[in-house]
T-cell receptor, first 112, second 108 residues
Framework: ETGVTQSPTHLIKTRGQQVTLRCSSQ?????VSWYQQALGQGPQFIFQ???????GRGNFPPRFSGLQFPNYSSELNVNALELDDSALYLC???????????FGSGTRLTVV | KNEVEQSPQNLTAQEGEFITINCSYS?????LHWLQQHPGGGIVSLFM???GKKKHGRLIATINIQEKHSSLHITASHPRDSAVYIC??????????FGTGTRLQVTL
């Protein structure tokens, strides 16, 4: 049984650029949620994907977008990066958005 | 006021001490999760509770649905328990709402 894998682990981007973060879900899970964790804060919900459709979204602007693929892996895309986008981005998979969650180790994004 | 409040924010204990971390929430939930986050950032799920009490090794988690309160206890604490412990609630929507975490440091 594989866990959740996120890539890359670290990333440095320049303000205004675009970034794509990737997440593979745990075997048997069909739902992926993305969270943003600023330094010293708890994670904040960005959005969730269930069976390739967005299934709930937090208070993030449209420049945060995502995809889920038929194998339930997912991407998070952020356009027009801002300095405040610097954070740890966490991905969690689950079955149907309920029950136990398996978290990835996160991607640390730094925007300079 | 945050939907999920944890206390204390920071906690220092000596090895062997009994530790309690508290979590209060203000919304209806379907489940409450206790999570552990190490300095590298990765999160490990410790417990998922919807009622009562669960135990795993030296960790015990309890929840009181009527009082909207949960506690995580660590018995015989050890330096390797040093981490950030986060309480998260699953409401009727599909997302988890997190507390800001309790930073625990256990010293020799």
């Amino acid at each position: 049984e594989t866990g959740v894998t996120q890539s890359p682990t670290h990333l440095i981007k320049t303000r205004g650029q675009q970034v794509t973060l990737r997440c593979s879900s745990q075997s048997g899970h069909n739902t992926v949620s993305w969270y943003q964790q600023a330094l010293g804060q708890g994670p904040q919900f960005i959005f969730q994907y269930y069976r390739e459709e967005e299934n709930g979204r937090g208070n993030f602007p449209p420049r945060f977008s995502g995809l889920q693929f038929p194998n339930y892996s997912s991407e998070l895309n952020v356009n027009a990066l801002e300095l405040d986008d610097s954070a740890l981005y966490l991905c969690a998979s689950s079955f149907g958005g309920r029950g136990g969650y398996t978290f990835g180790s996160g991607t640390r994004l730094t925007v300079v | 006021k945050n939907e999920v409040e944890q206390s204390p924010q920071n906690l220092t204990a000596q090895e062997g001490e009994f530790i309690t971390i508290n979590c209060s929430y203000s919304v209806g939930i379907s489940a409450l999760h206790w999570l552990q986050q190490h300095p590298g950032g990765g999160i490990v799920s410790l417990f998922m509770l919807s009622s009562g009490k669960k135990k795993h090794g030296r960790l015990i988690a309890t929840i009181n649905i009527q009082e909207k309160h949960s506690s995580l206890h660590i018995t015989a604490s050890h330096p390797r328990d040093s981490a950030v412990y986060i309480c998260a609630v699953a409401g009727t929507a599909s997302k988890l709402t997190f507390g800001t975490g309790t930073r625990l440091q256990v010293t020799l």
